[in-house]
């Protein structure tokens, strides 16, 4: 039963460190995403990917947030420096063919 | 920017009733519309799909309506069962490039 994997799926940091979440798409699938859930704002794109090139990231802020794609099989995510207003949890998901995506079960990030 | 509402508070409904959930938005239509389930800390899952084209489509118990005047979209979920118990999202793209903006979720919970 192929799924999108994160790690790690909780995370607890100290505001000014870094963070890194990691996702592994679901093998075949050639557009990957991240999205962020908070109780204010909800469920928001941040960036995603296809065949690995960033299409779109105007949702994720620039100047502390960074994805990449460094092989089909792994996404990044990362934060630096962190603050506790990033809290939230962090999904991934993944796509071969419009318009179903899959996602990850997802990192709970608390910065404190 | 576009702005989508969906029930303002949490459905309770009784075992084989169906439930009714509304998603409307404010600004532009959407090339296309869609339905997602998501339980407790899990990821999003996809349901259904509508074209700004489709007046209706379904899904086994699930139907969805789009009326692209009124700037909304209904989720009726049919003879509803204990199992049909989360939080449903509805999300558009306004392109159909899986730029997808996402309303807040109405939570349902079926009664035995």
């Known amino acids: 039963d192929a799924r999108v994997t994160q790690t790690p799926r909780h995370k607890v940091t100290e505001m000014g460190q870094e963070v890194t979440m990691r996702c592994q798409p679901i093998?075949?699938?050639?557009?990957v995403f991240w999205y962020r859930q908070t109780m204010m704002q909800g469920l928001e794109l941040l960036a995603y990917f296809r065949n690995r090139a960033p299409l779109d990231d105007s949702g994720m802020p620039k100047d502390r947030f960074s994805a990449e794609m460094p092989d089909a099989t792994l996404a990044t995510l990362k934060i630096q420096p962190s603050e506790p207003r990033d809290s939230a949890v962090y999904f991934c998901a993944s796509a071969s063919s419009y318009p179903e995506q899959y996602f990850g079960p997802g990192t709970r990030l608390t910065v404190t | 920017s576009q702005k989508i509402e969906q029930n303002s508070e949490a459905l309770n409904i009784q075992e084989g009733k169906t439930a009714t959930l509304t998603c409307n938005y404010t600004?532009?239509?959407?090339?296309?519309l869609q339905w997602y389930r998501q339980d407790p800390g899990r990821g999003p899952v996809f349901l259904l799909l509508?074209?700004?084209?489709?007046k209706e489509k379904r899904k086994e118990r699930l139907k969805v309506t789009f009326d692209t005047t009124l700037k909304q979209s209904l989720f009726h979920i049919t003879a509803s069962q204990p199992a049909d118990s989360a939080t449903y999202l509805c999300a558009l793209d306004e392109r159909g490039d899986y730029k997808l903006s996402f309303g807040a979720g109405t939570t349902v919970t079926v009664r035995a």
């Open positions: 093998l075949g699938h050639n557009t």
């Open positions: 509508i074209r700004e084209n489709e």
């Open positions: 600004n532009y239509s959407p090339a296309y």
